[in-house]
């Protein structure tokens, strides 16, 4: 059996667990946790690296130890010193690190002091009054564990954007590659509306020979399972589970079935109405004249649209909202693209929990375009991201302050824990060193609703933040967002002229779509930025972009379209004038 980059990402990341759990140094704990992020983002496969003895040192944040247990796990199928960690602590520890709100301390501590090892045992401990009981928890951390168990049960099956849309991307590739007949190939479905989490995985392509190309998809290395294989579809499922269906039309039929598997179904059933008014009838094949019988062929969306009489909106926002409306009247709006975007204003280095040092960050920032780039280190609050000190913190800005060489304009910033009681982790005098302060939330996320809307709310009017990062502090799949009053925190920021993030981490996505939307109409600053902690990271930029485009986003309500000279005039006014400079640009 294949080994995955992905197994052994979690190989260390549950060694960085265990050996957190034993309480051993810090730096070996980072060590095993900074090679599991590299490894899960590497785009060549490790076990063919092993196979062809390359020098696995060469990767960053691969050492000497961390590369002899790759090999040692590659070749033999474990690792001796993973189990070693294992045998030495109680069964099943590991899997209660499964639920959100359970840290490595804090599931040692349950498995030690209630002998719960599942899921089930932490239920029936929470039930029976054992958990409340244990040092540093209580009912208020039990309450939030069971609701998380609660949460994580009856979640449905959708995969996340950021593990589907790779798969996608591969198969396609994969197929390109094999089948020199395939002319075109596109993701539809949710896939291609950028939806946050996505079902089965819908393909639409063209081909000389369909045949081929279906034949090439079933015959693919990481097919788990083929459901259907036709002449021209076929449906497979592929690790880790998903289903991905094919299909191979004819040119000139290209354009209705792309557009009839994009939009969501309630885009298609007023589309369909619309039509019906004008006695045309719509399938995946084209448009039919209802008097005649005649069908017409498209071998594009545009084409498909256009004889309907509308603007072809954008794929992100075939919601059925009020975007065909729009589109009888040609009026939809250019929404914002990556090509918009001017800078990016939270990223790490290696002086916190980045993988890389300031100088190749910057470069990266450069080749990628960008006229400006804030550094946003943690905070010493995120001890275990190697948070910087205020003296750190204050050699950080003289390095930056001086540093030369590159063409993008690097900005002095820090991401700043936002304490249980809405305080921040540095004094303001250090804060107003910075040029960009991006606020977060890092911990005691199980506050009640009012507590956490106060607490960052308060930070909103620290005169010094410039934006509330990552707003709701979710992981989609694995951590459930706090609990915010969103509407009283956009109210908050218009009104301290704070800017909030939309993080284009594909595990975070937030703001989500809806609170984009609902920033834009309140006339909220926004700001799209990567959270890179590596150079490879920052193209993740357009899965940020994604989320602003289905919230209806044009480049001017996203602050960081801003060129350098308009948004250095920004940041340097004063909070209380910032909402007005925007508003001058929106309106």
Known sequence: MAVTNEEISELFEDMASLLEMKGDVIFKIRAYQRAARTISQLPQSLELAVRQEQELKKIPGIGDAISKKIYEYVTTGHVAAYERLKADLPDGVLTLMNVPGIGPKTAMLIAKETGASTVEGVVKAIHQGRLQELPGLGERAAENILRHIHSLRTKDQRTPLGQALPIVERIIADLRERCPTLKKATPAGSVRRWQETVGDIDIMGTAQDPVQVIDALVDLPYVREVLVHGPKKASVVVDPGLQVDLRIVEDDSFGAMVQYFTGNQQHNVRLRDYANRMGLSLNEYGITNLKTGQIEKFADEEGFYDRLGLQMPPPEIRQGLWELDLAQKHALPRLVEQSDIRGDLHMHSDWSDGREPIEAMMEAASRFGHQYVALTDHSSGRGIANGLSDERLQSQIKILRT??????KILCGSEVDIRADGSLDYPDELL????????????????????MTERIIKAMH???????????????????????????LLQAALETGTAMEINSSPERLDLKDTHVLRARELGVPLVISTDSHSSGYMDK???????????????????NTMPLEEFMAFIKAPKSERIHIFAGRVD
Do not use: Y
Request: proline share 8%; aromatic share 4%.
């Open 462 to 488: 620290n005169p010094h933040v410039t934006v509330i990062g990552h707003p709701t502090a979710r992981l989609l799949g694995s951590r459930d967002p706090v609990e915010v009053d969103m509407e009283a």
């Open 403 to 408: 540093l030369e060489g590159f063409p993008v």
């Open 541 to 559: 930029l357009r899965f940020g972009v994604a989320v602003a485009r289905r919230g209806w986003c044009e480049p001017k309500h996203i602050v």
């Open 432 to 451: 107003a060193d910075l040029d960009v302060v991006v606020a977060s939330v890092h911990s005691a996320m199980g506050q009640p609703v009012e507590k």
